[in-house]
Protein backbone atom coordinates (compact mmCIF):
# COMPACT_ATOMS: atom_id res chain seq x y z
CA UNK A 1 0.00 0.00 0.00
CA UNK A 2 2.79 2.65 1.07
CA UNK A 3 4.45 2.58 -2.42
CA UNK A 4 1.14 3.44 -4.18
CA UNK A 5 1.34 6.27 -2.21
CA UNK A 6 2.70 9.66 -4.10
CA UNK A 7 5.62 11.06 -2.41
CA UNK A 8 4.82 14.94 -1.70
CA UNK A 9 8.21 16.21 -1.10
CA UNK A 10 9.29 19.79 -1.49
CA UNK A 11 10.18 18.29 -4.91
CA UNK A 12 7.94 15.73 -5.80
CA UNK A 13 6.82 15.81 -9.60
CA UNK A 14 3.08 14.76 -8.09
CA UNK A 15 3.51 18.12 -6.38
CA UNK A 16 4.80 20.17 -8.79
CA UNK A 17 1.68 19.03 -11.35
CA UNK A 18 -0.64 20.41 -8.40
CA UNK A 19 0.86 23.54 -7.86
CA UNK A 20 1.12 24.40 -11.92
CA UNK A 21 -2.60 24.04 -12.36
CA UNK A 22 -3.33 26.60 -9.57
CA UNK A 23 -0.59 28.60 -11.21
CA UNK A 24 -2.25 28.50 -14.34
CA UNK A 25 -5.24 28.74 -12.87
CA UNK A 26 -4.58 32.17 -11.15
CA UNK A 27 -3.29 33.85 -13.88
CA UNK A 28 -6.66 33.05 -15.91
CA UNK A 29 -8.57 33.93 -12.51
CA UNK A 30 -7.01 37.23 -12.52
CA UNK A 31 -7.05 37.86 -16.24
CA UNK A 32 -11.02 37.25 -16.56
CA UNK A 33 -12.11 38.68 -13.09
CA UNK A 34 -10.04 41.65 -12.93
CA UNK A 35 -9.84 43.02 -16.59
CA UNK A 36 -7.14 41.47 -18.35
CA UNK A 37 -4.44 41.60 -15.17
CA UNK A 38 -1.74 38.90 -14.67
CA UNK A 39 -1.14 38.87 -10.99
CA UNK A 40 1.60 35.59 -11.50
CA UNK A 41 4.77 37.47 -13.00
CA UNK A 42 6.23 40.96 -12.42
CA UNK A 43 7.74 41.34 -15.55
CA UNK A 44 4.76 43.28 -17.06
CA UNK A 45 4.12 45.57 -14.03
CA UNK A 46 8.04 46.24 -14.03
CA UNK A 47 7.48 46.98 -17.63
CA UNK A 48 4.53 49.13 -17.54
CA UNK A 49 5.41 51.33 -14.43
CA UNK A 50 8.56 52.23 -16.85
CA UNK A 51 6.45 52.92 -19.71
CA UNK A 52 3.58 55.02 -17.85
CA UNK A 53 6.40 57.03 -15.78
CA UNK A 54 8.18 57.68 -19.02
CA UNK A 55 4.90 59.34 -20.42
CA UNK A 56 5.06 61.22 -16.84
CA UNK A 57 1.38 59.44 -15.73
CA UNK A 58 2.81 59.47 -12.33
CA UNK A 59 -0.62 58.40 -10.75
CA UNK A 60 -0.86 55.63 -13.09
CA UNK A 61 2.59 54.46 -12.57
CA UNK A 62 2.25 54.02 -9.25
CA UNK A 63 -1.06 51.47 -9.42
CA UNK A 64 2.33 48.88 -10.35
CA UNK A 65 4.10 48.89 -7.52
CA UNK A 66 1.89 47.08 -4.65
CA UNK A 67 2.07 44.20 -6.54
CA UNK A 68 5.97 44.18 -6.91
CA UNK A 69 6.38 44.86 -2.97
CA UNK A 70 3.49 41.63 -2.16
CA UNK A 71 5.80 39.89 -4.40
CA UNK A 72 8.86 40.84 -2.61
CA UNK A 73 7.27 40.64 1.14
CA UNK A 74 6.43 36.78 -0.20
CA UNK A 75 9.81 35.99 -0.96
CA UNK A 76 10.88 37.50 2.67
CA UNK A 77 8.21 35.82 3.96
CA UNK A 78 9.27 32.32 2.51
CA UNK A 79 13.08 33.01 3.53
CA UNK A 80 11.75 34.01 7.29
CA UNK A 81 10.04 30.39 7.57
CA UNK A 82 13.75 28.85 6.73
CA UNK A 83 15.09 30.69 10.14
CA UNK A 84 15.87 27.47 12.44
CA UNK A 85 13.85 29.29 14.98
CA UNK A 86 11.16 29.47 12.98
CA UNK A 87 10.94 26.44 11.69
CA UNK A 88 11.07 24.79 14.99
CA UNK A 89 7.51 26.53 16.34
CA UNK A 90 6.32 25.83 12.50
CA UNK A 91 7.21 22.06 12.65
CA UNK A 92 7.25 21.93 8.90
CA UNK A 93 7.50 25.59 6.95
CA UNK A 94 6.82 24.46 3.67
CA UNK A 95 2.98 22.91 5.05
CA UNK A 96 2.64 26.05 6.52
CA UNK A 97 3.34 28.26 3.25
CA UNK A 98 0.34 26.10 1.69
CA UNK A 99 -1.98 26.86 4.56
CA UNK A 100 -0.85 30.16 4.28
CA UNK A 101 -2.00 30.15 0.50
CA UNK A 102 -5.11 28.59 1.08
CA UNK A 103 -6.04 31.43 3.70
CA UNK A 104 -5.29 34.37 1.11
CA UNK A 105 -7.02 32.97 -1.58
CA UNK A 106 -9.95 32.13 0.89
CA UNK A 107 -10.48 35.65 1.56
CA UNK A 108 -10.01 36.69 -1.58
CA UNK A 109 -13.36 34.78 -2.52
CA UNK A 110 -14.87 36.46 -0.28
CA UNK A 111 -13.95 39.53 -1.53
CA UNK A 112 -16.88 41.62 -3.66
CA UNK A 113 -16.51 42.22 -7.37
CA UNK A 114 -16.37 46.09 -6.07
CA UNK A 115 -13.57 45.66 -4.52
CA UNK A 116 -10.58 47.51 -6.36
CA UNK A 117 -8.24 45.32 -8.82
CA UNK A 118 -4.74 45.93 -7.28
CA UNK A 119 -6.38 44.79 -4.04
CA UNK A 120 -7.11 41.61 -5.67
CA UNK A 121 -3.41 41.47 -7.89
CA UNK A 122 -1.79 42.11 -4.54
CA UNK A 123 -3.08 39.22 -2.77
CA UNK A 124 -2.16 36.78 -6.00
CA UNK A 125 1.42 38.66 -6.44
CA UNK A 126 1.78 37.48 -2.68
CA UNK A 127 0.38 33.98 -3.12
CA UNK A 128 2.47 33.30 -6.30
CA UNK A 129 5.43 35.06 -4.38
CA UNK A 130 5.09 32.77 -1.92
CA UNK A 131 4.88 29.15 -3.95
CA UNK A 132 7.78 30.26 -5.85
CA UNK A 133 9.91 30.77 -3.65
CA UNK A 134 9.13 27.77 -1.69
CA UNK A 135 8.73 25.36 -4.21
CA UNK A 136 10.93 25.21 -7.12
CA UNK A 137 12.40 21.95 -7.91
CA UNK A 138 10.89 18.98 -9.27
CA UNK A 139 13.07 16.30 -8.39
CA UNK A 140 16.62 17.73 -8.72
CA UNK A 141 15.35 20.71 -11.49
CA UNK A 142 14.74 24.20 -11.05
CA UNK A 143 11.30 24.85 -12.25
CA UNK A 144 8.53 27.68 -11.97
CA UNK A 145 4.76 26.63 -11.21
CA UNK A 146 3.18 30.05 -11.70
CA UNK A 147 4.99 30.61 -15.12
CA UNK A 148 6.06 29.02 -18.10
CA UNK A 149 8.49 30.37 -20.44
CA UNK A 150 11.03 28.88 -18.40
CA UNK A 151 9.69 25.34 -17.93
CA UNK A 152 9.45 25.95 -22.07
CA UNK A 153 12.85 26.34 -22.63
CA UNK A 154 13.37 23.86 -20.05
CA UNK A 155 11.49 21.22 -21.71
CA UNK A 156 12.79 21.90 -24.97
CA UNK A 157 16.42 21.49 -24.48
CA UNK A 158 15.57 18.26 -22.64
CA UNK A 159 13.50 17.52 -25.46
CA UNK A 160 16.77 18.12 -27.72
CA UNK A 161 19.49 16.22 -25.73
CA UNK A 162 17.14 13.63 -25.98
CA UNK A 163 16.53 12.82 -29.38
CA UNK A 164 20.47 14.00 -29.92
CA UNK A 165 22.26 11.61 -27.44
CA UNK A 166 19.47 9.35 -26.64
CA UNK A 167 19.68 10.22 -22.83
CA UNK A 168 17.77 9.09 -20.40
CA UNK A 169 17.99 11.31 -17.58
CA UNK A 170 16.79 14.07 -20.72
CA UNK A 171 13.92 11.54 -21.74
CA UNK A 172 12.75 12.41 -17.67
CA UNK A 173 13.38 16.03 -17.36
CA UNK A 174 11.23 15.97 -20.97
CA UNK A 175 8.49 14.19 -19.96
CA UNK A 176 8.02 15.73 -16.59
CA UNK A 177 8.47 19.44 -17.49
CA UNK A 178 6.13 19.06 -20.28
CA UNK A 179 3.62 17.68 -18.32
CA UNK A 180 4.01 20.50 -16.08
CA UNK A 181 3.47 22.80 -18.69
CA UNK A 182 0.33 20.54 -19.67
CA UNK A 183 -0.63 21.04 -16.36
CA UNK A 184 -0.62 24.71 -15.85
CA UNK A 185 -2.89 24.90 -19.14
CA UNK A 186 -5.39 22.79 -17.99
CA UNK A 187 -4.94 25.12 -14.72
CA UNK A 188 -5.22 27.97 -17.19
CA UNK A 189 -8.58 26.54 -18.70
CA UNK A 190 -10.08 25.32 -15.67
CA UNK A 191 -9.84 28.76 -13.90
CA UNK A 192 -11.01 30.33 -17.33
CA UNK A 193 -14.16 28.31 -16.94
CA UNK A 194 -15.14 28.45 -13.88
CA UNK A 195 -14.37 32.28 -13.20
CA UNK A 196 -16.76 32.70 -16.47
CA UNK A 197 -19.70 30.79 -15.10
CA UNK A 198 -19.05 30.89 -11.08
CA UNK A 199 -17.31 33.93 -10.79
CA UNK A 200 -15.13 35.22 -7.61
CA UNK A 201 -15.83 32.77 -5.75
CA UNK A 202 -14.64 30.12 -8.45
CA UNK A 203 -10.87 31.02 -6.81
CA UNK A 204 -11.89 28.38 -3.86
CA UNK A 205 -11.10 25.93 -6.45
CA UNK A 206 -7.63 26.76 -6.58
CA UNK A 207 -7.67 26.78 -3.21
CA UNK A 208 -9.51 23.65 -2.76
CA UNK A 209 -6.38 22.05 -4.43
CA UNK A 210 -3.75 23.02 -2.60
CA UNK A 211 -5.66 21.44 0.04
CA UNK A 212 -5.46 18.32 -1.60
CA UNK A 213 -1.93 19.10 -1.61
CA UNK A 214 -1.86 19.57 1.99
CA UNK A 215 -3.74 16.60 3.08
CA UNK A 216 -1.41 14.46 0.58
CA UNK A 217 1.75 15.40 2.04
CA UNK A 218 0.01 15.03 6.09
CA UNK A 219 -1.11 11.30 5.00
CA UNK A 220 1.93 10.65 3.53
CA UNK A 221 4.33 12.29 6.16
CA UNK A 222 5.85 8.73 7.38
CA UNK A 223 6.31 7.20 4.10
CA UNK A 224 8.61 10.11 2.34
CA UNK A 225 12.22 9.29 2.08
CA UNK A 226 14.74 11.17 4.35
CA UNK A 227 16.17 13.22 1.87
CA UNK A 228 12.74 14.01 -0.09
CA UNK A 229 10.86 15.68 3.42
CA UNK A 230 9.46 19.18 3.25
CA UNK A 231 11.22 19.85 6.52
Known amino acids: MKDKIPSLSSNSFYLGILLAVVGGFLDAYTFISRDGVFANAQTGNMVLLAVKAANREWHGSLLYIPPILAFILGVLVSEMAKIPRVRQVLHSYRRSILILECLVLIIVGLLPRSVP?????????????????????????????????????????????????????AKKQFKEFFAIILSFLFGALTGTFSTTYIGNTSIWIASGILVIALILYHRNRGYISKSLTLR
Open 117 to 169: NIVVTVCIAFVSSLQISTFNKIDKWTYNSTMTTGNLRTATQAAYLALKEDNDE
